[in-house]
């Protein structure tokens, strides 16, 4: 009985642990089921309000998005604006600097041709002055250009390229110098062209004094060698009233070209005019003896007659020299007498122009007859006797508007001349 009743406990108290234990184990899976389903709420409710959420920032994020995409596009834009502004002003820069340098090397090209064309009109005009004595000048000048003329030609000019110019150089090339750097190597591209055309201008510069200083120096000398030769003229009484004047006229209307080469050229024409009329003016007068290497025998002025033995005055020179001795004409001009005159036995006279006149008298014998045009030099008669006159001699007279003029000055004039004509 006891023992059942021990065994009767035991059982119990194993049949409540066991009970125990299943309420303690589906306790423990509630736990977890609760805990799960709770998480799962909670990340359910997490979703529902990202969603929510999303759902609400959803536009902005989309504009802010698009705003963002806008500012970077105009940003991109603008830089490709500054560089197309940059690139275009690069380009015409350089189209200008093209433009600069091909206007230089055409103005350097018509400046060196005008150069050369003047050297032929200067060679022109110095070759008239060296014929008239009135230029030193021994070489021709050169054009002065330091480089030969086909270098520097239009066309070759017109296909002078932009990198040839200043350089080459691309905005969008990523490897490309800084723009400072570019700007210095243009500059000093510019520099050196600059410095070689100002070169080329000094070089035309000179040249081109050379050729005025040869002008001014060719005028002077026609110049002055004019006014020695006026003076020579005045002092046989020749004044310049006497030298020729064209039938020409007009009001006095001065004309300034503004050109120095062409007013050089135009006042070396005018001294060389001048000093060419004087020249003619001179060579056209009676110069030298009429009877060269004979001795004079009496001269011009007061002597005593040798048939009254009285004081009397002498109209001309005499030259001494023997019968039949050649008499030439001591400038040219038109026979106006070619016969006998009272004392001057057989007499030729010319006409030698403005107011001159000579007479040959006591003559054997006469070579020309009136109205006949004789050159400077021309025999026009014989020595003789004839006439007033003591024995064979010329009676050589010079008159200027019917007076006398002594004929020694004249005679002398020959020498004088020389340098001149």
């Known amino acids: 009985m006891a023992q059942d009743l021990a065994y009767n406990t035991t059982r119990q108290i194993r049949t409540a642990g066991f009970r125990h234990s299943n309420v303690g184990k589906r306790g423990l899976v509630s736990s977890k089921i609760s805990f799960v389903l709770c998480s799962s709420l909670v990340i359910l409710l997490l979703f529902v309000c990202i969603g929510a959420g999303y759902l609400i920032v959803k536009d902005d994020l989309v504009s802010a998005t698009l705003a963002r995409h806008a500012r970077m596009q105009h940003a991109y834009e603008d830089r490709i604006t500054a560089l197309r502004a940059q690139v275009d002003i690069v380009t015409s820069r350089q189209l200008l600097d093209q433009r600069a340098v091909e206007s230089r090397v055409e103005r350097l090209m018509a400046r060196q041709q005008s150069l050369s064309r003047r050297e032929s009109q200067i060679s022109k005009a110095l070759a008239r002055a060296v014929k008239a004595r009135a230029s030193e000048r021994k070489k021709p000048l050169t054009t002065g250009s330091l480089w030969p003329a086909a270098k520097f030609s239009p066309n070759k000019s017109a296909n002078l390229r932009l990198g040839s110019l200043v350089g080459t150089h ?104 001048r000093l060419a009329n004087v020249r003619k003016f001179a060579s056209a007068l009676p110069h030298g003896s009429p009877t060269p290497g004979q001795a004079i025998s009496s001269r011009y002025g007061g002597r005593t007659d040798p048939f009254t033995g009285r004081h009397a005055v002498h109209s001309g020179l005499d030259f001494k020299a023997k019968n039949g001795t050649p008499v030439h004409a001591t400038a040219a001009g038109i026979i106006v007498t070619a016969g006998r005159k009272g004392g001057y036995g057989i007499l030729v006279e010319i006409d030698h122009q403005n107011g001159l006149t000579t007479r040959y008298a006591h003559l054997s014998r006469v070579h020309v007859k009136v109205g006949e045009r004789v050159k400077r030099g021309k025999i026009v008669g014989k020595v003789g006797s004839t006439g007033r006159s003591t024995g064979p001699h010329l009676h050589y007279e010079v008159r200027k508007n019917g007076q006398t003029r002594n004929p020694i000055n004249f005679v002398r004039l020959d020498r004088l001349l020389k340098p001149y004509l």
């Not at 055309?197 to 004094?209: H, I, P, V």
């Not at 030298?243 to 001294?271: N, V, W, Y």
């Open 170 to 273: 691309s905005p969008f090339n990523e490897n490309s110098q800084s723009r400072t750097q570019i700007a210095s190597q243009n500059n000093a591209g510019i520099n050196v062209r600059k410095s070689t055309f100002d070169k080329m201008e000094r070089s035309l510069a000179q040249t081109e004094l050379a050729q005025l200083n040869d002008l001014h120096k060719a005028r002077r000398i026609a110049d002055a060698k004019a006014n020695r030769l006026t003076k020579v003229l005045t002092r046989i009484g020749q004044k310049h009233r006497d030298l020729p004047q064209h039938a020409i006229g007009g009001p006095l209307i001065e004309l300034k070209s503004g050109d120095r080469f062409l007013d050089s050229m135009h006042a070396l024409d005018t001294s060389l005019t």
